[in-house]
């Protein structure tokens, strides 16, 4: 079973960047599709990123163009490179993982595996 740790949300102005990390254990990440959800307060947690096994990626439609996710697998890490970075990203970033693919529409429910989350606060 596969656990998760992001790092690196922070603090950011509006226009920013910020790079999140997750560090898998436990088994490989190879073996699993990978993705990014985030949960703003009072909000629903959505899906913002995914990357399969091949390196197919999917985007939510609000972070197209400006967020990129990408995995390492020899260092068994998946990152999440935002820019741009707006008010409404402000939220709690979750590294998910599942042996399933999946894209990033995909509904919480679907997901096996979850980090703990990192905060990323957007505000000037």
């Known amino acids: 079973e596969v656990q998760l740790v992001e790092s690196g949300g922070g603090l950011v102005q509006p226009g920013g960047s910020l790079r999140l990390s997750c560090a898998a254990s436990?088994?490989?990440?190879?073996?699993?599709?990978m993705g990014w959800f985030r949960q703003a307060p009072g909000k629903e947690r959505e899906g913002v990123a995914s990357?399969?096994?091949?390196?197919?990626?999917s985007y939510a439609d609000s972070v197209k163009g400006r967020f990129t996710i990408s995995r390492d697998n020899a260092k068994n890490t998946l990152y999440l490179q935002m820019t741009s970075l707006k008010a409404e990203d402000d939220a709690t970033y979750f590294c998910?993982?599942?042996?399933?693919?999946?894209?990033?529409?995909?509904?919480?429910?679907?997901?096996?595996?979850w980090g703990q989350g990192t905060q990323v606060t957007v505000s000037s």
């Open positions: 990357i399969d096994s091949d390196g197919r990626a």
């Open positions: 998910v993982a599942d042996p399933a693919d999946f894209t990033a529409k995909v509904t919480p429910e679907w997901i096996n595996y």
């Open positions: 436990g088994d490989t990440i190879s073996r699993y599709c």
